[in-house]
C-alpha cells in the first residue's frame, strides 16, 4: 500500500481507538446528566485519579486485576463525593453553582494528586505484552487495543444493568420525571448520588486503560474534560451507540490534524465542533428546547 | 450591633471618598517605600484589578462562568507587543490591545450569548483553549512557545520607569473603575440585574436580553484587552501558556472571592490574588490568616447549633474547606506545593458561604456600624393621565392556530380589539388563554395566522418586535426582577423620565412607600401591582393583563379594579384575562371566551354569561348529568 | 478596599524584619525546576550542591577574610517555566544581600531572568542548563563585564558529539526531532551547524518538533521513518523523550536515538523502560562507582539522601562541583561582595578536587567576542554515555581514562 496512505490511516486508527476512551467519559456525562441535570466540570480529575489510585494499588502489590476494581471502588467513592460537596446544593437551591464547584473540587482534586504522587508523569503497568500487533500495515499495541475493548464493555455494562436491574429502573424513573418518582417512593437523592458514583467509577475506570498509553501524571486532566465535552456535545447525551461513534471521529480527526498541521493543532477540531454544535444545536447536551410556560 | 455612628454622609458619597483615599495612598506608596519588587507586585494588583472588574461583568453582573477571560487577557497583551514591536506610540498601542481582545470577543460572543449555563461556559472554555493554541503555533507572528519578548516603550517622550508605569496603571485604573461604576450601576446594569431574574420579562418589556448581555460581556473583553497591553508592557515577555486554564482559576478565585458585582470586590480580589503567592510562603502569617478565616466561617453554624438548629450544607461546608486549608498550613511540608489547592478550598468556602466575596460580608459589618444619611426620594411626578384614544383596530389576531405535539393549545382564534377599548379574555383552565397572550405578545410563535398591533405586524415568536409595535403585558406566574428594587424595576423599563418619572407610576398602583424595597422581599399582592407599573412605564398601546387578580385579597381586588379603571381612562387598550367573573363583569366592554383552543362566545359580559355554551363550558351540560343517573338507575342489582 | 490594605501592610512589616538578620553567613541563592517535567534535573542539581554546602558548613564554613563564614541558602522553584524564572530572579535580585546564585536548567529561564543579575552585578553560575543562547545572549549584546559563568558541557559541545557519534556509526540519513522550547530549538540548530563543519556527511531528512506534554509522538515518527532515517537525533526532556521512544517501538522502527544529555534523566529511563536501552548521550559525569575519582560523591549522595540511584547524576554532580568552585572563589576574594567574587572565579588560583575533575582555573577573564571565557567545560572532558537496563553507563569503556584523573583542558 501507498506509504502515505498508510501514514495516515495509521494515525487515524490509532486516534479511533483512543477516541473510545472519550467516549467512556461522555457516557459518565450521560448518567449524572440524566439523573440529575448536572455534569462534572472535574471529570478529567477523576480519570486521573482513578489512574493514580490503580498506580499505586499495583504499587503495593496488588495485580493488575484487583488493581483496576479497586481504582474503580475509589473513583465511585470520589463520585459521589463530588456529588454530595459540589453538586446538591445547587440543585437544592435550583442553580447552576454547580459548574463552578465542580471546576473548584476538580481543581483541588489536581492539587491533592501533585503532592501524592508527585508532578512527573509515571508509566502504568500492564499485564499485556510489549510490542505492538500489525493489522494490514497498521501497528496497535495491547494497550491500545484494551482500550476499545475496555470503553465498549463498561458502556454495555452499565446499559444493561440500567434496563434489566431494580436499581438501575429506579434511575431511570428519577431521570424521567424525580417527583413522581418520589411519589412511588424512590428517593431522587439516593438516585442522583447512585448515578454519579457511577460516572466515578466509569471515570476511574477509564483512567486506568488510558494511563498505559500516554502515562499518568496531573496534567492528564485537563485536555481529556474538554474532548469528553466535545464528544456529549456533538453526538447529544441521550445518543447511547452515537457516543462512540463520536469518540472515534474525534480521537481520529485529532491524531489527523495533528499529523497535517502539526502538533499543536491537534486540538482544534474538536474544539472548533464543539463551538460550532454548541452554537447551532446547544440542546443536543443539555436538554430539548424546553417550552417556557409562563 | 455594639455600637453605632451616624454619618451626615449619604452611602454614596462615603464610597466615594474611601476611594479618593485609596488611590491617593496607592499614588504615594511609592515614595515612601522604596523596594523595586513590592512596586512590582502593587503595578501587577492594578493591572489585575483591571482585568477583574472585566471578568466581573460576566461572572458578577451576568452571573455566567466566563471562562475566557485569562485567553482575551493574553490576546491583548499580544496586540500590543506586538503594536509596540511595529513602533507604534504607546497610546495607539493600548487601543490595539483593547481591540486584539474586543475583536475575538464579540466572535465568541455572537454563539456564545444565545447559550446559559453549563453551554455557555463550555463555549467559552473551547474559545480559551483555542486561543492559546493559535498563539502558540503562530510562531511566525508570536514567536510560539519561546515567547515575545518587547521593550518597553516611552510614553510622549517620558521615559517610564517602574514608578512612572505604576502611576499610569493606577491612572488607567482609576478610569476604569469609574467608568465600570458608571456603567453598571447605571439603568445599563439594573437591565443586567432585570435578565438574570427574568429573560422573559425582560425581552417582554423591551429592554432586550442579548443587547445587553452583548454589550456586558464586550465591555468584559475591551477591561481584559487594555488589562492585557498593560500586562505587556509591564513584564515586558509573554508566552502563550502563561494565558491558559491556571490564569483563569486564579481569576474567578479573585473575583468569587473579593465579591461580586462590586469593583471594590475586583480590587479586593485582585489585591489577594497578587498577594497569595507570597503570603503563601510566608508561613506564620498564612496560617494566621487561616485560623481568622476558620473562626469567621464557624460563626455562623455555632450560631444556629446554639438555637437548637441542625447548621445547613452552606453553613458547614466552609468551616470543613477552612479547616482543611488550615492543616494545610500547619502540616504540610511545602504549603507552596499547595497553592491550587488551597486556592480551591479558598474558592470552595467563598462560593458556598459567602457568597458576595470579603467585600460584601465587610459592607454588611459595615452598614451595622455606621448609619449613613438617607437618600431621599423625590416627589413623584407624572403617573396615569387621562387621554383620550383614537378609533380603530388596536389588536387584530386572525385565525391563529398552535400545536404542542398533539395538543391543540389555539385553534383557529380571531379576536379584534378596538382601540381604548377594554377586551376581557375567559374560559376554563386549560383553554389557551395565556397560549393566545404568549403568541400575541412574541413568546410564541404561531403555527399559522398573524398577529396586528396598531396596523403593525411584528416579527412572530419576538418579544422585543411585539414590544416596539406597542404591547406590553403583565403574567400569571409573577416575573419579578427579584433581585431589584420596586423603584429599580420601573427605572429599567419605563420609557422616558427619571426617578420623579418612576415614583409617579409606583404611585400610580399605590406602591410609593416601598420604593426601596426588594422585590424579593415584596408580598405577592405588591408584586401583582409591581407588574401592572412595570407594563405601564412603556407606555403600551396595548396593555394585556394575565389573571392579575389571581390569589388576591378583597380589597387588593377593589384597588386592582380602581387602577383597571384609571388605565381605561387614559385611553390603553386593554386585554384582560380572569377568572373573576365581578371583575370582568365591571371592567370590561366585551368578553371573548375561549374553551379547548377555540373561541366559543363574544359579546357583552351579561350576554357572555347567558350563553349556554358558556355555561356548558364551565360547569358541563345538563344531558350528560341526566344520561350518567339513567345509567345507573339500568344496571341490576 | 479596607481588607487588602491590611494584608499588605502586615506583608510589609515582616518582609522588612527579615532583612534584618545578618553578620557571619554567605547567602547564596540556588534556582531550578524542583518540580514539572524538567525536575529531576533540578532536584539533582540542588541537592549535589546541598551536599557540597553541607560539607563546608561542617568543617565550621568559608574562611573569607580570616572569618570562617557559614553558607545559608535560599532556594527557589522556577518550576521549569520562563514567567515563573523571571519573577525569580527578579526577587533574588532584589533581595540585596545575596552573594551568588548557582542553578538554571532551561535555557529559557537563563534568557529572560539573568539580565536581572546582570543589571545588579549579582555573580551566577549556570549550571546544567546546556542551551548555547544562555551564554550566546551576553556576546551577542556586547556586554562588557559579565558576572555570568556557565558549569555545564554546553550544546555546542553535545551537537559535535552527536554528530560524530553518528558518523562514527557509519549513519547516512538522520532525523532530527526537538520540542518547542528554546533548549529544543536552539539544539536543533546546533545539530545543523555541526553537520556542516563536520563535512556534511550526514543528510538530514526529516527535522519534526513537539511540544511540552505531548504523548503521542507517531505522526512525527512515522515522518522520520518513512523518509527513511536510520537513527533519530534529538533534543528534549525527558517525558517526552520517553514518548518517542515507546513510539518508536510501536511501530518496530529499531533506529538509534542519540541526542542531548536530557536522555540521561530518569524519568526518561524510568517511563520508556526497555524502549530506552540504548540511547546515547553526551555526560560530563557517569554514576558508576567503579571510577575512582567519582566513589565519594556517588557514596556520599546516595547516603545523604537515601537513594539507589541518582535522578540526574550530571546535574548533581555539576551543581557540587560547582559550589566548590564558588566556595573557593569567597575565600581567595576574601569577600562576600559579588563584584570580588566575580574577579576571583575569573582567575582561580587553587586547583579544586571535585567529582567531575581536578579543576584548574576553569574560567577567565570575560571577552564578549569569545564564549568559551565563561565556559567551563571543553569537548575533552566530556564522554558519551549510553542508556543500559535502567542506568546510564559509558558508551565506549575506552573513555573512562577521561573521567578518571584527567584535569580540564
Known sequence: MNADFLALAQMAVGGGLMGMAYALMAYGFQLTYTAGKSVNFGQGELVMLGAFIGLSLTGIGLPYWAAVPGAMVAGAALGWFVERAAVRLALQQRNEGWILLTIIVGLFGVSAAENIWGRDDKPFPVPWPEGALEFFGISVTWPELVIAAGALGMMALVELAKRYTMLGIAVQAVSADPDSAELCGIRSKSAISLSWAVSGAAAAFAGTIIAPVTTVGPTMAAALTLKAFSVAVVAGLDSGFGLVLAGIALGSAENLSGFLLGSGWREAPGLILLILALALRPQGIFGKKIIRKV | ?637 | ?409
Open chain 2, 1 to 637: 450591633m455594639l455600637f453605632h455612628v451616624n454619618l451626615a454622609l449619604r452611602e454614596k458619597t462615603a464610597e466615594r471618598i474611601m476611594r479618593l483615599t485609596l488611590f491617593c495612598c496607592l499614588a504615594a506608596l511609592p515614595m515612601l517605600w522604596h523596594g523595586e519588587y513590592a512596586l512590582g507586585l502593587l503595578t501587577l494588583m492594578a493591572v489585575y484589578a483591571v482585568l477583574l472588574m472585566g471578568l466581573d461583568a460576566t461572572v458578577g453582573y451576568l452571573g455566567q462562568i466566563n471562562l475566557a477571560q485569562a485567553a482575551l487577557f493574553g490576546l491583548g497583551a499580544y496586540g500590543t507587543a506586538l503594536a509596540i514591536q511595529a513602533e507604534v506610540p504607546l497610546p495607539l498601542a493600548l487601543l490595539v490591545g483593547i481591540a486584539a481582545a474586543l475583536i475575538p470577543g464579540a466572535a465568541l460572543a455572537l454563539p456564545a450569548l444565545r447559550l446559559e449555563g453549563p453551554q455557555f461556559a463550555l463555549s467559552t472554555l473551547s474559545f480559551a483553549t483555542l486561543s492559546v493554541i493559535f498563539l502558540n503555533e503562530s510562531e511566525s507572528v508570536t514567536n510560539g512557545a519561546l515567547g515575545l519578548s518587547i521593550v518597553r516603550p516611552s510614553l510622549f517622550n517620558i521615559v517610564l520607569d517602574s514608578t512612572r508605569f505604576y502611576w499610569l496603571c493606577l491612572t488607567v485604573l482609576f478610569v476604569t473603575w469609574w467608568a465600570s461604576q458608571l456603567l453598571l450601576r447605571s439603568r445599563f446594569g439594573l437591565a443586567i440585574e432585570a435578565l438574570r431574574d427574568s429573560p422573559t420579562a425582560t425581552d417582554a418589556l423591551g429592554i432586550g436580553t442579548l443587547r445587553h448581555k452583548a454589550l456586558a460581556f464586550a465591555w468584559g473583553s475591551a477591561l481584559a484587552g487594555l488589562a492585557g497591553a498593560l500586562h505587556a508592557i509591564n513584564f515586558g515577555y509573554l508566552q502563550p501558556a502563561a494565558f491558559g486554564y491556571d490564569l483563569m482559576v486564579i481569576l474567578l478565585l479573585g473575583v468569587v472571592f473579593g465579591g461580586r458585582r462590586n469593583q471594590w470586590g475586583a480590587f479586593a480580589g485582585a489585591a489577594v490574588v497578587t498577594m497569595l503567592p507570597n503570603l503563601l510562603s510566608n508561613r506564620t502569617l498564612f496560617s494566621s490568616l487561616v485560623t481568622l478565616g476558620c473562626l469567621l466561617a464557624i460563626a455562623p453554624p455555632i450560631r444556629t447549633l446554639l438555637s437548637r438548629k441542625i447548621p445547613s450544607f452552606s453553613q458547614t461546608a466552609p468551616v470543613a474547606a477552612m479547616a482543611a486549608a488550615l492543616a494545610l498550613a500547619l502540616f504540610a511540608s511545602n504549603v507552596e506545593e499547595w497553592r491550587k489547592g488551597i486556592f480551591a478550598l479558598f474558592l470552595f468556602a467563598a462560593v458556598v458561604g459567602l457568597p458576595d466575596g470579603i467585600t460584601g460580608a465587610a459592607t454588611t459589618i459595615l452598614r451595622k456600624l455606621i448609619r449613613f444619611a438617607p437618600d431621599p426620594l423625590p416627589v413623584a411626578t407624572g403617573g396615569i393621565q387621562t387621554a383620550k384614544s383614537s378609533a380603530g383596530l388596536a389588536l387584530h389576531a386572525s385565525k391563529i392556530r398552535k400545536s404542542f405535539g398533539g395538543v391543540k393549545a389555539v385553534d383557529n382564534v380571531t379576536l379584534e380589539i378596538m382601540k381604548g377599548e377594554t377586551h376581557g379574555l375567559i374560559g376554563p383552565n386549560g383553554s389557551g388563554k395565556t397560549t393566545l397572550v404568549n403568541l400575541i405578545s412574541g413568546l410564541y410563535k404561531p403555527d399559522s395566522g398573524s398577529v396586528e398591533i396598531f396596523g403593525v405586524r411584528p416579527k412572530p415568536g419576538s418579544l422585543m418586535s411585539a414590544f416596539s409595535a406597542g404591547s406590553a403585558r403583565t403574567f400569571q406566574n409573577l416575573q419579578p426582577f427579584s433581585g431589584l428594587t420596586a423603584l429599580g424595576s420601573i427605572m429599567v423599563c419605563q420609557r422616558d423620565g427619571g426617578i420623579s418619572e418612576a415614583m409617579g407610576w409606583l404611585h400610580a398602583v399605590g406602591l410609593q412607600e416601598k420604593a426601596r424595597l426588594r422585590c424579593s422581599e415584596m408580598s405577592y399582592g405588591d408584586l401583582r401591582f409591581l407588574e401592572i407599573a412595570r407594563a405601564l412605564a412603556t407606555r403600551p398601546y396595548v396593555l394585556m393583563l394575565d389573571e392579575p387578580a389571581a390569589g388576591m385579597s378583597k380589597p387588593d381586588i377593589i384597588r386592582l379594579v380602581d387602577l383597571v379603571t384609571s388605565i381605561k381612562r387614559a385611553g390603553i387598550t386593554i386585554l384582560l384575562i380572569e377568572h373573576h367573573q365581578d371583575v370582568i363583569a365591571v371592567l370590561c366592554d366585551r368578553v371573548s371566551v375561549m374553551d379547548g383552543g377555540q373561541l366559543i362566545a363574544l359579546g357583552t359580559p351579561d350576554q357572555v354569561r347567558r350563553n349556554p355554551k358558556v355555561i356548558e363550558a364551565y360547569l358541563g351540560s345538563d344531558e350528560t348529568a341526566t344520561q350518567a343517573k339513567s345509567e345507573m338507575r339500568a344496571q341490576p342489582c
Open chain 3, 1 to 409: 478596599m479596607k481588607a487588602s490594605r491590611f494584608i499588605l501592610t502586615v506583608l510589609l512589616s515582616t518582609s522588612l524584619s527579615s532583612v534584618a538578620m545578618a553578620a557571619d553567613v554567605v547567602k547564596i541563592a540556588i534556582t531550578g525546576p524542583f518540580s514539572g517535567g524538567s525536575a529531576p534535573m533540578g532536584l539533582s542539581m540542588r541537592d549535589g550542591a546541598k551536599l557540597a554546602i553541607s560539607q563546608i558548613n561542617q568543617n565550621g564554613g568559608i574562611n573569607v577574610g580570616g572569618t570562617k563564614m557559614k553558607i545559608e541558602l535560599i532556594e527557589r522553584d522556577d518550576e521549569g517555566k520562563n514567567d515563573r524564572g523571571a519573577l525569580v530572579a527578579q526577587e533574588i535580585s532584589a533581595m540585596g544581600d545575596i552573594s551568588a546564585v548557582i542553578g538554571t536548567v532551561n535555557t529559557g529561564i537563563a534568557v529572560m531572568g539573568d539580565k536581572y543579575y546582570v543589571e545588579k552585578g549579582i555573580v551566577k553560575i549556570i549550571t546544567p542548563a546546556a542551551g548555547s543562547a544562555s551564554m550566546t545572549q551576553w556576546s551577542k549584546a556586547g556586554t562588557k563585564d559579565l558576572p555570568i559563568f556557565r558549569f555545564a558541557a554546553h550544546d555546542g559541545i553535545q551537537a559535535q558529539m552527536v554528530v560524530e557519534q553518528a558518523t562514527r556509526l557509519g549513519l547516512k540519513k538522520v532525523a532530527i526531532l526537538h520540542d518547542a522550547t528554546n533548549y529544543g530549538v536552539s539544539g536543533r540548530d546546533d545539530l545543523i551547524e555541526q553537520i556542516k563543519k563536520q563535512g556534511g556527511k550526514l543528510k538530514v531528512v526529516a527535522i519534526e518538533k513537539f511540544a511540552i506534554g505531548d504523548k503521542d509522538m507517531t505522526g512525527q515518527l512515522i515522518k522520520a521513518k518513512v523518509s527513511g532515517a536510520q537513527a533519530i537525533l534529538i533534543w528534549g526532556i525527558g517525558p517526552e523523550l520517553a514518548a518517542v521512544a515507546s513510539g518508536k517501538e510501536k511501530l518496530g522502527f529499531k533506529v538509534p536515538m542519540i541526542g542531548g544529555w536530557t536522555l540521561s534523566m530518569s524519568n526518561f529511563i524510568d517511563t520508556a523502560g526497555t524502549a530506552g536501552n540504548g540511547a546515547l548521550m553526551p555526560q560530563t559525569f557517569i554514576e558508576d562507582e567503579s571510577i575512582q575519582r567519582a566513589r565519594p560523591f556517588i557514596q556520599a549522595y546516595h547516603k545523604a539522601y537515601g537513594v539507589a540511584k541518582i535522578p540526574s547524576p550530571v546535574s548533581a554532580a555539576q551543581g557540587y562541583d560547582a559550589t566548590m568552585l564558588l566556595a573557593e572563589a569567597i575565600h581567595e576574594a576574601g569577600s562576600t561582595k559579588p563584584a570580588q567574587i566575580k574577579a576571583s572565579l575569573e582567575n582561580l588560583k587553587a586547583t579544586v578536587k571535585g567529582a567531575i575533575a581536578d579543576w584548574k582555573k576553569p574560567w577567565s577573564k570575560w571577552d564578549p567576542s569569545n564564549v568559551e571565557t565563561h565556559e567551563a567545560f571543553r569537548r575533552t572532558n566530556t564522554v558519551m554515555g549510553k542508556v543500559k537496563n535502567g542506568r546510564v553507563v559509558l558508551a565506549n569503556p575506552s573513555e573512562k581514562v577521561l573521567l578518571e584523573g584527567k584535569k580540564t583542558k
